[in-house]
């Protein structure tokens, strides 16, 4: 039995990790949060994962409040970067496989085809800074870690872009949307079965390896607004719009479609469309309201 320890468990991927948890037999969770487990407290995490065994710690805590990080790079330094390091170094000092979620957004958005693992990040926003300080952290441990960079998540959990959009849509006549992003929405059911999927194959790396993973296909922020709508049966005009039209205090990438070739030759599975996923997470959240 390996015990996994769940940081974040909380958050979006973690209750999605929640949810599936009974399917995996031959693992034994243990789910924590912050009130649970402080993972900027060295010391606490030191203690935690030797006291519980751990064989595996998969890292869903996150500071991801895009814009907020801008006025708070301290915290999210702390929360997306320092405690990541903790994290790896808890685990080295057992042999446990670290598991680390990071962001298509330590990419600066000026590529112009799909981006493989082996691309250098340029963070243009204090959040991806952050999140690619965590990433230098894991790497610089030198343990058994997986980095796992995603694209716009969504899920039925939390607040999220999904959700936020169902309920902009039913409340005004029309909606403005930039349609000069582009990347992909992942849902995070689908992150959170490939991961544990993944898991038996990565308990015996010799060294951290990175790979990217979201839902297939394409997309606008314009584009996927359209599709919630339209999933959702709402009647709601989306007015495409540039980034320049809707200025943000965090600057986001323009292109940041990640290439998936190295997890699906490591999975060995189709990733579904993220059309197909997202319909079938509107439907969830429509049936629990």
Request: aromatic share 10%.
């Amino acid at each position: 039995m390996l015990n996994i320890l769940i940081t974040g468990s909380n958050g979006q991927l973690g209750n999605e990790i929640r949810k599936i948890a009974g399917n995996y037999k031959n693992f034994h969770f243990l789910f924590t949060d912050v009130s649970e487990l402080d993972i900027t407290d060295l010391n606490a995490i030191r203690a935690y994962v030797k006291a519980e065994q751990i064989g595996c710690i998969i890292n869903a805590a996150a500071y991801t409040a895009v814009d907020k990080a801008e006025e708070q790079p301290e915290i999210a330094n702390m929360i997306n970067g320092v405690a990541v390091g903790n994290l790896a170094v808890a685990a080295k000092a057992v042999n446990a496989l670290l598991v680390h979620v990071s962001t298509d957004y330590v990419f600066d958005g000026t590529h112009h085809q799909p981006i493989n693992e082996t691309a250098k990040p340029n963070p243009i926003s204090a959040y991806a800074t952050s999140k690619h300080l965590g990433e230098q952290k894991l790497l610089e441990s030198n343990g058994k870690g997986v980095i796992v960079r995603t694209s716009w998540l969504y899920s039925e959990f939390g607040n999220n872009f999904v959700k936020s959009m169902i309920k902009y849509g039913r409340e005004r006549d029309e909606l403005s949307v930039v349609f000069d992003q582009v990347g992909t929405p992942t849902y995070a059911a689908d992150l959170a079965r490939l991961i544990l999927d993944m898991v038996p194959d990565w308990i015996d790396l010799n060294e951290p390896v990175i790979y990217h993973y979201s839902n297939d296909g394409v997309a606008s922020w314009y584009d996927f607004t359209v599709a919630i709508h339209e999933f959702a049966n709402i009647d709601c005009k989306v007015n495409a719009i540039e980034t320049k039209e809707y200025p943000l205090p965090a600057k986001r990438p323009f292109y940041s479609l990640m290439a998936k070739g190295k997890i699906k030759k490591a999975y060995k599975r189709q990733i579904p469309h993220w059309r197909e996923s997202l319909k079938k997470c509107v439907g969830i959240i429509l049936k629990k309201e």
